[in-house]
């Protein structure tokens, strides 16, 4: 047997020790299993005939030091991807393979292990692929690596800690179609010979490092360059209409600045476009467009452009991702917008937009939306309406009006509702509750009233990948390796081959929901976001008892009900709140006891019920309620006793309260409003009692003539005489 594919299967456990005894064996594919095992105790290493070998995606422990196979002379191509690299003693590290390799890929470690390069790699000198991002390896920028490697075609070193100036070699590499070097720490100027160096390059990737200084214009003049991402360096020179070739640019989040050129929006050649976090300005909507462009992805964000929304970009039908967000745009949301019918990312948030939500704006395919902080205002009529794929709508900080529409319930993927700071009135709609997958609501400071929905207790709060990534889905595969397998080892069998391709994703950008829990204001995004679980119904006009049904939110992690007018008792179901970590019921009407159990609760790090008409004992001091010492939490409730208040209970002054129950109203205390409805209709009773008296019987109507006579001339004499008392007094 020459060739074994066993990859893509769910086998598991140790190698099996025969597998040794394949001799002639030149291909093994065991990717993507669960193997186990130390590679250098395994059979592998009998087997002196291979020529390919992938191990990837398998938790295998692979020794940095490529030790096993340092007698394997025919190995070219070697795949071991996502798996534990495992250090050695420093007598392996010098020594010297009998292999040379082709192919070489050994990145996205399972455990980071701040190691140098491997040293067998001053050893080779046939590379055409070479991977080792991911891995966190330390020292200076390996330029040997191009001096040793002149037929090096694809090298992917990013994610890693490599240091020190780019010294690129003098002579040129025309087989170099693909570098990235993105997120280490490698610093200078990006050198003007870098187009001369690599005439032929298909993506040039360095972002995320410390490089200053101008972006080379010669770049514009490779005619293989598609792909080229700069972003997050401290670069502050760029002509743009010289990159306008390029089909991908990315130049974000640097020092660049100035007006964009015309030749930018008219480009053929750019479809992504990004250029967010510098100082660009002006005004975009005078940009004349000719003719049709096909736009995909248009970030601009975080910059000071101005004026009025642009509109030239809206004859892209094929338009995905736009985000103008962070800039001083003013003026209404164009109705041409509605045209966008592909679009998937929008924000405008942090601008001074103003008017109303165009109705025909209802994108199907719309899955982000940010409007968050401008002066949008008017009822939310039919915006939205047909956005059955909506996962994020933020329209926090605005002026909308009326009520939150019922149609809402009908956007069965929105996972993230934002609504704080407007000014919507009415009940909470109960259709919220048909969102299976709402996992964070923020209605807070509006003036919605009524009663709180129970179906919100039935909402299951699902983890929700999708809310943390606005990833569009373009991959863009690399160069492949087919030439190189087909030179060292012939026409390929099977697909063994083919996964050895290495594509670049475009996520267009990650996802942050601010969020107001623990009495600050966060910014979730990544795997935090995934797991956040959050509803804010405070600064409300809410009323009535806190349904028990909130219990049930098993998975929330921060519930803030309070500044409403909430009534009656905390509901002991809270105590089934096993994951919170913040509660917060303050400013509200409610009374009786808190409920003891809450003290079950081993996560909360954040709770208040000051300022209710709460009375008895404060729960006791065990578990996380031992670390609640600021009266804070417990303040503005004057029959509340125990510590950390002031107020000592005692026998006398503090009867005991009976735990609260759900389903009782009664708590111990007066019913203002029964009192006064008590009072009105016995005091009528008692004047309409004594009227019928003095009406039927003539005696006692005489007899009460001569008292109401007799009191009034007592009060006549009694205030002549104090009159003459007084003018003695002041004489």
């Known amino acids: 047997m020459k060739h074994l594919d066993l990859s893509r299967n769910n086998l598991g456990g140790s190698l099996p020790d025969c597998l040794g005894n394949l001799s002639s064996l030149q291909l093994l594919d065991i990717s993507e299993n669960h193997f186990t095992g130390n590679i250098a105790s395994s059979p592998l290493t009998n087997l002196k005939s291979l020529e390919f070998l992938s191990l990837s995606n398998n938790p295998f422990e692979v020794p940095i030091s490529m030790k096993p196979f340092m007698n394997h002379s025919s190995l070219k191509f070697f795949s071991s991807e996502n798996n534990r690299l495992v250090t050695e003693l420093m007598s392996f590290h010098d020594l010297i393979p009998k292999f040379q390799l082709v192919f070489f890929s050994l990145s996205k470690t399972m455990e980071a292990?701040?190691?140098e390069i491997p040293n067998f790699l001053y050893y080779q000198y046939d590379l055409r692929f070479l991977d080792l991002s991911h891995n966190n390896i330390t020292g200076m920028f390996p330029s040997w690596l191009l001096k040793n490697n002149t037929r090096l075609e694809q090298l992917y070193l990013s994610d890693n800690s490599f240091v020190d100036a780019l010294q690129l070699q003098d002579h040129s590499y025309p087989n170099m179609t693909e570098l990235d070097i993105s997120n280490n720490n490698v610093n200078g100027q990006i050198s003007k010979d870098i187009c001369l160096i690599f005439p032929n390059l298909?993506?040039?990737?360095?972002?995320?490092?410390?490089?200053?200084?101008s972006i080379p214009s010669c770049l514009g003049n490779i005619s293989s360059l598609e792909i080229l991402d700069l972003s997050n360096n401290q670069l502050s020179t760029v002509k743009l209409e010289q990159l306008t070739t390029i089909w991908f640019l990315k130049l974000s989040n640097n020092n660049l600045g100035g007006q964009i050129p015309t030749l930018v929006f008219n480009s053929s050649g750019l479809d992504f476009l990004y250029l967010s976090g510098n100082n660009f300005w002006g005004q975009l909507s005078d940009f004349p467009l000719y003719g049709w462009k096909r736009w995909t992805v248009l970030n601009l964000s975080n910059n000071k452009f101005s004026g009025m929304l642009p509109r030239w970009f809206v004859n892209s039908t094929q338009l995905n991702a736009i985000d103008l967000s962070k800039n001083h745009f003013k003026g209404p949301i164009p109705r041409d917008f509605c045209k966008l019918d592909q679009l998937l990312y929008l924000d405008l948030s942090k601008n001074n937009l103003s008017g109303y939500i165009p109705s025909c704006f209802s994108p199907r395919t719309l899955i982000h939306v940010h409007l968050s902080k401008n002066r949008l205002s008017g009822p939310l009529t039919y915006g939205f309406y047909n956005s059955s794929s909506l996962v994020t709508m933020d329209l926090r900080d605005n002026s909308f009006i009326g009520s939150i529409p019922n149609w809402i319930g009908n956007l069965s993927s929105l996972s993230v509702l934002l609504l704080r700071a407007n000014n919507f009135d009415g009940e909470l709609p109960v259709q919220l509750c048909l969102l299976e997958q709402l996992s964070i609501l923020d209605v807070s400071q509006n003036q919605l009233s009524g009663p709180l929905p129970s179906c919100l207790g039935n909402l299951t709060l699902k983890e929700s990948s999708q809310k943390t990534l606005a990833d569009l889905g373009y991959?863009?595969?690399?160069?492949?390796?087919?030439?190189?397998y087909y030179e060292t080892m012939g026409p390929p069998l099977g697909d063994s081959m083919y996964n050895l391709g290495k594509d670049f994703w475009v996520n267009f950008t990650e996802e942050v929901i601010e969020f107001t829990t623990k009495n600050m204001y966060y910014g979730y995004k990544g795997k935090v976001?995934?797991?956040?679980?959050?509803?804010?119904?405070?600064?409300n006009n809410f009323v009535g008892a806190i349904p028990p049904e909130f219990g049930n939110l098993s998975k929330i992690l921060s519930l803030n009900l309070s500044h409403n007018n909430l009534t009656g008792s905390i509901p002991a179901t809270f105590s089934n709140l096993k994951q919170i970590e913040s509660l917060d019921l303050s400013y509200n009407n409610l009374?009786?006891?808190?409920?003891?159990q809450l003290t079950e609760i081993t996560t909360l790090e954040v709770f208040s019920v000051a300022y209710n008409n709460l009375s008895g004992r404060t729960p006791e001091r065990k578990y996380q309620f031992g670390t609640f010492d600021d009266e804070n939490c417990y303040e503005g409730n004057p029959f509340l006793c125990g510590p950390p208040l002031r107020n000592n209970c005692s026998e006398e002054a503090v009867p005991s309260q009976p735990v609260p129950n759900d389903e009782q109203g009664d708590d111990g205390f007066i019913d203002m409003?029964?009192?006064?409805?008590?009072f009105g209709v016995c005091y009528t009773v008692v004047v309409m009692t004594i009227a019928a008296v003095l009406y039927i019987n003539p005696y006692w109507r005489c007899r009460w003539s001569y008292f109401i006579e007799d009191c009034i001339n007592t009060c006549y004499y009694f205030v002549v005489a104090s009159f003459r008392k007084f003018s003695n007094v002041r004489r």
């Open 475 to 484: 991959g863009f595969p690399s160069w492949s390796i087919e030439k190189a």
């Open 673 to 678: 409003e029964f009192f006064y409805i008590s």
């Open 591 to 596: 009374n009786g006891a808190i409920p003891p």
């Open 113 to 115: 292990l701040n190691v």
């Open 202 to 213: 298909n993506s040039l990737r360095m972002a995320k490092n410390r490089f200053t200084g």
């Open 529 to 539: 976001l995934s797991y956040m679980y959050g509803i804010d119904l405070s600064n």
